[in-house]
Nanobody
Framework: EVQLQASGGGWVQAGGSLRLSCVTS????????VGWFRQAPGRQHEGISC????????YYADSVKGRFTISRDNSKSTLYLQMNSLRPEDTAFYYC????????????????????WGQGTLVTVSS
């Protein structure tokens, strides 16, 4: 059974930091590109960061560039998102996602390109 378990969300004041984790199981993690998406109330899913299966290529949305860092530990089948300098507009549910890929350097930006999703973890940033 494929599972993606996101954790690490919580409440933080503006300017603070959080580290999200996504522990996966049920598939060969290093054969999958992975990413983080978020959804604020009343808004669509936003792809904020993704990383190729071989950890060579990364993408950041302009809204988080320079503040968030995506990483993966293939030995632990785990994806991370370090979030610094958090802002109230970062408040959202954060989801991890994974998709199988034969191109170890490719990452994927669109939600419909992903096969598996975690349950989401809520990040609340107060001003």
């Amino acid at each position: 059974e494929v599972q993606l378990q996101a954790s690490g969300g919580g409440w933080v004041q503006a300017g603070g930091s959080l580290r999200l984790s996504c522990v996966t199981s049920g598939f060969t993690f290093d054969e999958y590109a992975v990413g983080w998406f978020r959804q604020a109330p009343g808004r669509q899913h936003e792809g904020i960061s993704c990383i190729s299966s071989a950890d060579r290529s990364t993408y950041y949305a302009d809204s988080v560039k320079g503040r968030f860092t995506i990483s993966r530990d293939n030995s632990k089948s785990t994806l991370y998102l370090q979030m610094n300098s958090l802002r109230p507009e970062d408040t959202a549910f954060y989801y991890c996602a994974a998709r199988e890929t034969s191109d170890s350097r490719r990452f994927y930006l669109k939600p419909q390109e992903y096969d598996y999703w975690g349950q989401g973890t809520l990040v609340t940033v107060s001003s």
